[in-house]
């Protein structure tokens, strides 16, 4: 009697380790999956910023910036150029928050 509540003793914990493996190789893959999709997400955001850039220059090059800068400051008590170099500094911090991210390993 002894040997079959031994046999069925290893027999668990062979189920138990068996199940062990699985749940290791799903979180593995889950952590995989993270990790493409973090990348993929990068890549997009950058490809984005990138190309939103030269709408920003062209935007300040063009003719309409004055006619938006009279527009914005009749709908608003707000200076038009303020809210701007409001826009550019917090996108520059950004951009400086994500590159001291990234040399951490934390992107």
């Known amino acids: 009697m002894r040997s079959i509540e031994d046999i069925i003793a290893q027999e668990k914990d062979v189920q138990y380790q068996q199940r062990n493996k699985e749940l290791f190789s799903y979180y593995t893959l889950t952590l995989i999956n993270q990790d493409q999709a973090a990348r993929r997400l990068r ?27 009279t527009s914005f400051e009749a709908f608003s008590g707000v200076s038009f150029v303020r809210v701007l170099v409001m826009a550019v500094a917090s996108y520059a911090l950004a951009g400086v928050c994500v590159l001291v991210l990234k040399r951490t390993h934390v992107l």
């Open 43 to 69: 890549r997009r955001l950058k490809l984005t910023l990138w190309f939103m850039l030269p709408a920003l220059i062209g935007l300040l090059l063009s003719p309409a910036t004055g006619w938006l800068m």
